[in-house]
């Protein structure tokens, strides 16, 4: 990139960082400390407030660039993950919204133990929600590298370092300092940013082919080097039987993930009633809707106009297709139109990894110190030392998702997303549905789900092509892959709800019948609801 390119999204850069900083130092300064408004900014938002920073939290670098460079390589078999991304907002509408405000408080472990023995529960369903959290991180982290990389115009693994080292250093100050309020208004901001430029570039491509999508799909077929077959299902997958089952794991991975997704969950608790929480989603399925289908047209716009080789070249995972996109519609590399709108594109994707990073960091800081180190001193804690704890674990997980953001630099961030989503989906769905809606469901069931979902999941994904086996995978040196699917969805996510089935029906624990009625007359009505 020339250095009109790197000077303007270097301003653009330090001038979404600076605004997102005064914001945190403002709340910060007018904070009380207490856990209510660190962990759900005193719920005080309304249903659009919340709605745009749900949408903020759901809208990531895999969607921005991962999403559209699949498109851009795969064509119709990367529509699956805005397909699935978009879908999944209905089980979390009608199943979970309005049912979690009312039974939890913070996290998704309030709404399990609301029934159950706290502490063995609290500690099962906290390390699953960090271990989610860490797996979205590292796609966030892997997307600012690549995109910092480009801007640089270097592909070396320096720069992509020093890029994850810095994103996990700003993520814990937004969090250690501001909490959910700050981090909320920090989403807010990057959500009407990143959908005024998606906005922007899907107009610029749709005037470049006079309004005519047909012949946008034909010219990115033509480019493609598959001719029709671009717009087919099965260039990705369907070859073979192992990359159908891959599919189908990832559908269902992508549409049950979203329900068991902790930063998601925690966001229906910064709203004062369980009724502005569903409103709160209604707003975000508006604004994710529309941002999904413009991803379509922004990743067959980049492989009409830039080319899959292009992309590739720029990176083999297709997470620059969007930058080089907006560089092209623009006038090209040596004009004032490219760099501007190059720079703008690149800022908003930067300040959607921020943002991003900063909610799931908040999430799952606070499982560990809400539910991990709660439960282990529950009589002893207080919630001032509960926050600490908090922010001292925002630094613990900012550094593992640092090392692990550097290990997996060369993976497609969409997929890595899939990833988290299918471990989400595995041992955080079942426990909250059988939670909500199983009478008999026991303390036992409770943490065979978690555990029996979670662990599969963590297995899978170590012995599959994702970690060895192949020169694309972690570790292109080794190979111990014994698992053939690069998501472990369809195995792992039955597992999940078994285990809880089967927890279940050999405990000795009579279920409460009393808590019971308690919980299901609160979820269903508010009452006693926090």
Same mark, same amino acid.
């Given at each position: ?6 000077? !303007?999204?270097? *301003?653009? &850069?330090? @001038?979404?960082?600076? +605004?997102? =900083? ?6 910060? #300064? %007018? ?48 529509? !699956?993950?805005? *397909?699935? &991304?978009? @879908?999944?907002?209905? +089980?979390? =509408? ?6 979690? #405000? %009312? ?48 801007? !640089? ?378």
């Amino acid at each position: 990139m020339s250095g009109t390119h790197q000077t !303007l999204a270097l *301003v653009l &850069f330090s @001038v979404f960082i600076a +605004v997102t =900083l005064g914001i945190t130092t403002w709340v910060s #300064r %007018n904070r009380h400390g207490s856990a209510e408004e660190f962990y759900a900014g005193g719920r005080l938002f309304s249903p659009m407030e919340n709605g745009f920073a749900i949408a903020g939290d759901y809208m990531s670098a895999a969607s921005f660039l991962g999403i559209s460079g699949l498109i851009a390589l795969f064509g119709y078999d990367g529509l !699956l993950y805005s *397909v699935g &991304f978009l @879908v999944a907002w209905l +089980v979390v =509408l009608l199943l979970i919204a309005e049912l979690v #405000r %009312n039974c939890g408080r913070f996290t998704l472990a309030d709404v399990v133990a609301a029934r159950m023995s706290e502490r063995p529960v609290r500690i099962a369903a906290g390390a699953s929600s960090v271990i989610v959290s860490i797996f979205y991180l590292v796609a966030q982290m892997v997307g600012a590298g690549s995109l910092v990389a480009l801007l !640089l115009g270097r592909s070396g693994a320096a720069a992509q370092v020093w890029t994850v080292i810095g994103v996990g250093a700003l993520m814990v100050i937004y969090v250690s300092l501001g909490g959910m309020r700050a981090t909320t208004w920090i989403q807010i901001v990057k959500a009407v940013l990143l959908l005024g430029g998606t906005i922007a570039l899907t107009v610029l491509v749709l005037v470049r082919f006079h309004g005519d999508f047909d012949r946008l799909l034909l010219t990115a077929a033509e480019r493609s080097g598959h001719g029709i077959d671009f717009l087919a299902p099965g260039l990705k997958y369907g070859a073979d039987w192992t990359s159908r089952f891959d599919f189908m794991s990832l559908g269902l991975a992508l549409v049950l993930g979203t329900a068991g997704l902790p930063h998601i969950l925690s966001r229906f608790y910064t709203v004062p009633t369980a009724r502005a929480a569903r409103r709160s989603v209604v707003w975000s399925i508006g604004l994710i809707g529309s941002f999904y289908l413009m991803t379509i047209v922004l990743g067959f716009g980049a492989a009409a106009i830039v080319g899959p080789d292009a992309v590739r070249q720029s990176n083999a995972a297709g997470n620059t297709a969007v930058p080089l996109l907006a560089l092209d519609l623009g006038g090209g590399a040596q004009t004032m139109g490219g760099a501007v709108l190059f720079a703008i594109v690149a800022a908003v994707a930067f300040a959607t990894i921020l943002a991003v990073v900063a909610g799931i960091t908040l999430a799952s800081s606070a499982s560990v110190a809400h539910d991990l180190y709660a439960s282990l001193r529950r009589k002893h804690a207080k919630q001032r030392s509960e926050v600490t704890v908090a922010r001292v674990a925002a630094v613990g997980i900012g550094i593992v998702a640092i090392a692990l953001g550097i290990l997996a630099r060369d993976l497609n961030v969409a997929f890595l997303v899939g990833l988290a989503f299918a471990v989400a989906a595995s041992a955080n769905l079942p426990v909250l549905l059988y939670s909500l809606f199983w009478r008999n469901f026991t303390t036992r069931g409770a943490v065979w789900a978690v555990y029996g979902g979670l662990i599969p999941a963590l297995v899978l994904v170590v012995l599959s092509p994702v970690v060895s086996g192949s020169p694309q995978s972690l570790i292109p040196g080794a190979d111990f892959q014994f698992f053939p699917l690069q998501n472990p969805g369809i195995v792992s996510i039955p597992l999940g709800f078994l285990a809880g089935w089967l927890g279940t029906v050999t405990s000795s624990e009579e279920p409460d019948e009393a808590r019971h009625a308690e919980t299901e007359v609160r979820s269903l009505t508010g009452a006693g609801a926090v």
